[in-house]
């Protein structure tokens, strides 16, 4: 290792990474999702449906990511990453079908696994009594790119068109995403080859996978992951379309997403931050109740600006999962194998979530002719759920197997 390499650098590295696929998959489906329908002919369940591709590829790859940069460097797998987004995004700007979107979607997800867990694996490696806070820092950029780039994505497709934008996006992404990870970098200690010659903190535990999965802290939180991600997820197609749907024209109904995702990206810094403080269950429970109450008011209030607060509450809940899961898990389960063990966790986001949110959300919409009542109930208990789970979660200290 270079001794005047310096660790900031890699956290700087790993936020600008992770930005470009989160635009994409937080900020390109709910800026195009209108233009979808109108082109493809088809319903608000089948544009929820893209999101759905891009969790199941997230739940198929975590895994495979986990695994595989246990055995090559994380800049290899996330400089595959990149070419991966990036030309999936200039093929959609040709797409002759949804199922065409679906792809794209697929691919999408497919480059942010490879991007998402070796980020927070690097950076935990560099600061390990900061976990909760580089972790919040990465998840935050993750999370604040859709709120970044839906306004530029849609000023590009209002001067460009479709096809222009998608070819914009996807060279300078692809081009910005291969520099980046020149500048990843794992402790020598960390590296793949010297893993098992890490030096374990005196009283910490590390499970492997197999015991992980015998634990019931290990279940509580694959189902709150499949739970608030739902939840969360389900606002980026729903958002817009509830804004329409209740008079507000297509500027006014991307602020309620951009809300949305400001708190999603924000609040991953903040409450990972807590998180070192108050301690992680603290924070996940706060903002997971505070979340189910959000989305139970937000179809009985009226205005743009009522409604841009409580989607802020659910965008920060939403952000408080990603940001505070990843140091929990390996709270419990120890460093050794946290990429693995993540990526079987991320699985419920990328399996389940989609189909609970997004999908059912939409479903139910067409079915009720636009009931977002019953939506926002159901998503609501959703969140609610998952702050009862995390109160039952133990930490390592407690885990049995």
């Known amino acids: ?97 949804i199922h065409w979107v679906y792809l794209w979607a697929f691919l999408t997800g497919t480059s942010s696994a490879f991007i998402y867990l070796p980020a927070l694996t690097v950076v935990q490696h560099w600061y390990p009594q900061r976990r909760g806070l580089v972790s919040g820092l990465v998840s935050m950029f993750f999370g604040l790119s859709g709120a970044v780039m839906a306004p530029i994505f849609s000023r590009i497709f209002q001067i460009l068109g479709y096809t222009t934008l998608t070819y914009v996006v996807g060279t300078v992404f692809t081009i910005i995403g291969l520099v980046t990870v020149v500048f990843i970098r794992l402790p020598q200690a960390s590296s793949a080859a010297n893993q098992k010659a890490e030096v374990v903190t005196p009283g910490t535990l590390s499970l492997n996978l197999w015991q992980s999965l015998r634990t019931r802290s290990f279940w509580l939180l694959w189902f709150t992951y499949a739970f608030v991600g739902a939840a969360g997820i389900a606002m980026v197609t729903l958002t817009t379309s509830f804004g329409l749907s209740h008079g507000l024209a297509m500027p006014q109904a991307i602020l309620l997403l951009m809300a949305f995702n400001i708190t999603n990206g924000f609040s991953r810094l903040i409450s990972g931050f807590l998180s070192d403080i108050l301690g992680r269950k603290t924070v996940m429970i706060s903002t997971f109740l505070m979340a189910g109450g959000a989305y139970y008011l937000f179809p009985h209030v009226s205005g743009i600006t009522i409604w841009s607060v409580l989607a802020a509450v659910i ?76 109160w039952i979660t133990t930490p390592y200290t407690e885990c049995t197997f």
């Open 1 to 97: 290792m270079n001794k005047k390499y310096h660790p900031f650098l890699a956290v700087v590295a790993s936020c600008v990474a992770i930005f470009l696929p989160g635009a994409l998959v937080f900020g390109f489906p709910g800026v195009m999702g209108m233009h979808w329908q109108q082109i493809f002919g088809v319903g608000r369940a089948d544009v929820g449906q893209t999101l759905f591709f891009v969790l199941a590829a997230v739940g198929i790859f975590m895994f495979v990511t986990g695994r595989l940069q246990e055995k090559i460097r994380p800049a290899w797998v996330m400089a595959l990453g990149a070419l991966i987004y990036g030309p999936s995004t200039v093929m959609v700007g040709h797409a002759a079908s």
């Open 315 to 390: 965008g920060f809940a939403f952000g408080t999962l990603f940001a505070v899961s990843a140091p929990l898990v390996s709270d419990c389960f120890g460093m050794e194998h946290f990429g693995t063990i993540f990526g079987v966790v991320f699985t419920a986001f990328g399996f389940v979530s989609g189909a609970l949110g997004p999908w059912l959300g939409g479903y139910l919409l067409d079915l009720t002719q636009g009931n977002f009542t019953l939506v926002y109930a159901y998503l609501g208990s959703l969140m609610i759920s998952s702050s009862v789970m995390i």
